[in-house]
DNA sequence: AAGTGGTCTAGACCACCAT
DNA sequence: TGGTGGTCTAGACCACTTC
């Protein structure tokens, strides 16, 4: 483990635990520097992370401060990364239609693939034993045999991307993602225990690699009666 | 101006003017630090705002590569980070109530006010002359005051938010949003071109300042066949 | 005047990738 | 084996805040 990650995760706990409180001055990088015996840019590098998560905000000439609790972990998800996209805690997912291959050109397209050929399943997510979101999810056939071979549990904890990162030679880097509202179609509204017509809210996300292929499109249809996005913004760090 | 940030200007722009082409390699740190007489450090800061902008990628041991086109600037606006929502161009705002102080507990306390006075707002935004979105805007009552001064015009581009951000003494750092769909309430239909029971995209957010200090709430209902959120998800880059 | 975070330099070692 | 980006050190100067 690197050290600047070790420093700024005993940082984030003491955080966490309340030993730094809301709206309180933090050590000053010298006290730091002295304490754990680090050069002055390790202890900067883990501040960076911590101001880029929103615990804290540094101001020149004055110091650093624990950002105010009411502005963090208020929900319990909040969606503003990659990474809490791929770990979805406290959900389970079910497989309602395992991977298969079909010819499909609108979303062959999609995933920017060079004939009709497809891989797709269709999942849904549950909280608390009951259904909240239904997904269509479109693969490069490459990645579809890969996820077959693995076989996929017909239920329990974990994402399908999550499972996909596994199995990839390399990492998925981002997805770019649109959200809107549409009447619910018939085929999903007994799903997800809603009627057809309601409003559901629609989010279609495409999965990347570092080199900008696309290896995963997701088309989501959420309840709204039991899921609303949540998500994060704040200024840039490094701009 | 700081030499890290003309450094980045520099290859930002080398970038779009296409001097480095899409998925090519970019000069390693060595030959810039060279070229443009600076330290590896200086580089490096540069490129790290290159790379959270999503610019370039960057792999160890091969060297940093101009990210597809295909996965930058696709859409005309791409709400990810405050800036881009602060100052929303190609858009016009038009303010259909002016600033007023009243008297309203549920919003007050979202502000986290000790009374229940708070300043409020509604502005339509347009698009091509069509509205797509109606907002109602809450301040706290020192913010609406000082906006009222400001003498806001009726219609014009620009943001209420950005508008704020000038007058107020300390900056806005971040904002905590909530998406969900609804159905159309009938005192909204007729504003944005819409039925009455007709899905719209619900957005609520609040603004705050550096300390955790909510200055805005604003609630917005999109007509969906007018606008979609869209959002990129990256990696983070400090994790 | 002392202390803070922001920037910058010069140098070092490492894991990893390509050859 | 040489080159790449990732990490780390030690030291410096600056603008700004606080006293």
């Known amino acids: 483990m690197v050290v600047y990650r070790e420093l700024s995760d005993s940082l984030r706990g003491a955080i966490e635990r309340g030993e730094f409180k809301e709206g309180e001055q933090m050590p000053t990088e010298a006290e730091i520097c002295e304490r754990y015996g680090v050069s002055r840019h390790t202890v900067r590098q883990a501040f960076q992370s911590l ?4 615990l804290v905000y540094r101001v020149p000439g004055r110091g650093t401060f624990v950002t105010r ?3 963090r972990g208020k929900y319990l998800r909040s969606i503003g990364t990659l990474e809490e996209m791929m770990s979805w805690t406290g959900t389970e997912m079910e497989v309602m239609q ?4 079909t010819e499909d050109v609108e ?3 999609r995933l920017e693939l060079p004939s009709a050929e497809v891989a797709t399943l269709r999942v849904r997510r549950m909280y608390g034993g ?3 979101v239904m997904t269509q999810i479109y693969l490069t056939p490459e990645a579809g045999e890969r996820l077959r071979e693995k076989n996929l549990p017909a239920s329990g904890p974990g994402t399908v991307i999550g499972t996909l990162e596994e199995i990839l030679p390399s990492p998925i880097v981002g997805a770019s993602q649109e959200l809107t509202a549409i009447p619910s179609p018939r085929f999903i509204s007994g799903l997800i225990d809603c009627k057809p017509g309601e409003p559901l809210l629609y989010v279609e996300r495409l999965y990347y690699l570092e080199d900008g292929t696309p290896v995963e499109l997701a088309i989501s249809y959420y309840n709204p009666k039991r899921y609303s996005y949540r998500l994060e913004l704040r200024r840039g760090g490094a701009h």
Do not use: Q, Y
């Open 69 to 71: 609790l009411s502005r």
């Open 98 to 101: 395992p991977v298969e291959i």
């Open 51 to 54: 101001v880029a998560d929103g």
């Open 130 to 132: 009951r259904p909240f």
């Open 107 to 109: 979303h062959a397209r």
